[in-house]
């Protein structure tokens, strides 16, 4: 810790580092071990407001840049990201738990999409519409939003800042970033990084706090926030909208999922077991695309459990930083509580844990799998959030279909099929904003993420995200003779 060069603890706001008028602060702690790593700087609303008002000021100076040249100074921050490749992953780890080659991983990931944004920028093209009568012109250009305010979650604590700051830059709005307290000392580096890159003050701000819901409040109903960009939960995503009715605030909600993944008669069992744990494991089970729930048609169902269990029962537990780890612990008391109380209520209601099941010491849980699950069981709604896969028995297509869909969220789903015309089938049939085929690892930068229903609106990366910091302007040219 002492020896990384990133370590800030104060929050970043118009080109400086502050304190809280208050002068308090709040802990960071490791969750592999318990330590406290540092104190970081704990804002009230009144702080915050300050932050807005340095990015309204800063605005339109940077709106008025070109693309080219944002695109250079967001191109100087990501070479920063990478050549703190190393530091910004074992900060991560140490604050998250996350294992460090995840980590390592993520920095790229978060990274490129700062990449990728520096160059869609320049391709934020307009329209010319054939005009209705001969002395008219009719232009469609695109502007930047304005302020743009960005809430992220502990679970990738650099690539859901990259995800929204990323766009938000390219398009040239300034913004204001609020990471999570449980994470924001990579958010505090990479803040560093940009202030490194040369952003002019007050275009990039990061403001720390403990009290989430009083900051949220004032992102919201702050008229000088033009967007909200916000990664979490469900529950806290319904009440930033409500919050945000006030202002007719533009919203992007990436919220929680329950992602079936379902194995066909027709599968590679191996392929699907690999992509199962993949995907289920990965962060130890706490990411919003991890597989909630394993579906598997009753034929090939004994012969997948008993690959699966085997798999699972080989991952190695332990602190991130460790090689060959690869499951870290859990985020926090709560976590390991939820994931606690899931496996005793699908206990009771029937499920056979085929591995796992235990309770290690401090927040770690043994990767556990659980045969025989059914739709009434609390892990068959909600986000476990954890290193548990529930295993449910299916027969038909259209049955996996049903219970797939059979859920108010709708984010990422994945299946695995050797048929060419099922896999459209089933494709088609899923209502989920993101579907793996014969894969469980679809983040990309180049594709664009983001989920239906209660998981929320909007997408993040691709050609599609930067329309989501910009303002579409019609301007009509008349008495042209
Ligand atoms: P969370 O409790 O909703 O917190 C997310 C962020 O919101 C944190 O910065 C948190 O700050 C803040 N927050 C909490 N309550 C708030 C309030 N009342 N007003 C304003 N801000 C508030 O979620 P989490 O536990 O950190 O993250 C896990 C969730 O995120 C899961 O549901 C997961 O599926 C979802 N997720 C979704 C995506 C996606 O792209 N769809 C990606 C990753 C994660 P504090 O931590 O300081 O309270």
């Known amino acids: 810790m002492e020896k990384n060069s990133l370590i800030r603890t104060e929050a970043f706001v118009n080109g400086q580092w502050v304190k809280a008028a208050s002068s308090k602060t709040f802990e960071v702690t490791n969750p592999a071990t318990g330590e406290v790593l540092a104190q970081v700087t704990d804002m009230d609303r009144a702080d915050v407001q300050q932050a807005i008002d340095a990015a309204h000021k800063a605005w339109p100076s940077y709106r008025d840049t070109t693309a080219k040249e944002r695109a250079n100074l967001l191109r100087k921050w990501f070479n920063l990201m990478l050549e703190h490749k190393q530091e910004l992953a074992e900060l991560m780890t140490l604050e998250c738990g996350k294992v460090l080659q995840e980590s390592l991983g993520e920095v790229e990931y978060g990274a490129s999409f700062i990449e990728w944004f520096a160059e869609e920028a320049k391709r934020a093209y307009g329209d010319v519409i054939p005009a209705y009568s001969k002395d008219r ?51 505090l ?39 909200l960009s916000f990664t979490g939960s469900t529950p806290v995503g319904k009440i930033l909208m409500t919050q945000s009715a006030s202002t007719l605030k533009k919203l992007s909600l990436e919220l929680g999922g329950n992602a079936p993944f379902i194995v066909f008669d027709d599968a590679d069992l191996d392929a699907a077991v690999k992509g199962a744990i993949l995907s289920k ?8 695309v991890c597989v909630n729930r394993v579906l598997v048609q009753e034929s090939v169902y004994d012969a997948f459990v008993e690959k699966f269990t085997q798999a699972v029962a080989d991952l ?27 496996v005793q209520d699908a206990v009771e209601k029937g499920a056979t844990v085929t591995t796992g099941g235990k309770h290690l010491e401090g927040l770690f849980y043994q990767p556990t799998v659980l045969a025989n699950a059914s739709p009434e069981m609390l892990i068959a709604r909600e986000e476990v959030f954890g290193p548990v896969a529930p295993v449910f028995k299916f027969s038909t297509e259209q049955e996996a279909i049903e ?14 099929s050797k048929d060419v015309a099922r896999c459209w089938r089933v494709s088609e049939a899923l209502e989920y904003g993101m579907v793996g085929i014969n894969e469980g690892m679809i983040s990309t930068e180049v594709a664009p993420f983001g989920g239906i229903k209660e998981s929320g609106f909007g997408r993040e990366g691709s050609k599609y995200g930067l329309d989501y910091f910009m303002e579409i302007k019609y301007m009509c040219f008349g008495g042209i003779e």
């Open 316 to 342: 190695k537990v332990g602190n991130g930083l460790q090689k060959d780890v690869q499951v870290g612990p859990l985020i926090n008391k709560k976590g390991l509580e939820k994931v606690q109380q899931h």
């Open 403 to 416: 219970m797939a869909n059979d859920t108010d969220y709708g984010l990422a789903s994945y299946f695995y």
């Open 189 to 227: 580096a990479i803040s560093y990084l940009a202030q490194k890159a040369g952003f002019p003050p007050g275009v990039y701000n990061t403001i720390t706090s403990s009290n989430s819901s009083e900051i949220g409040k004032e992102l919201c109903e702050n008229t000088k926030v033009r967007k």
């Open 137 to 187: 012109r009719l232009v469609v250009i695109k502007q930047s939003v304005g302020v743009a305010a960005a809430i992220t979650p502990w679970n990738f604590p650099l690539a859901m800042i990259t995800r929204k700051v990323g766009p938000a830059l390219a398009a040239g709005s300034t913004v204001v970033v609020k990471p999570p307290s449980e994470t924001p000392l990579t958010a």
């Open 281 to 288: 494991f990965r962060n130890n089970g706490q990411t919003c």
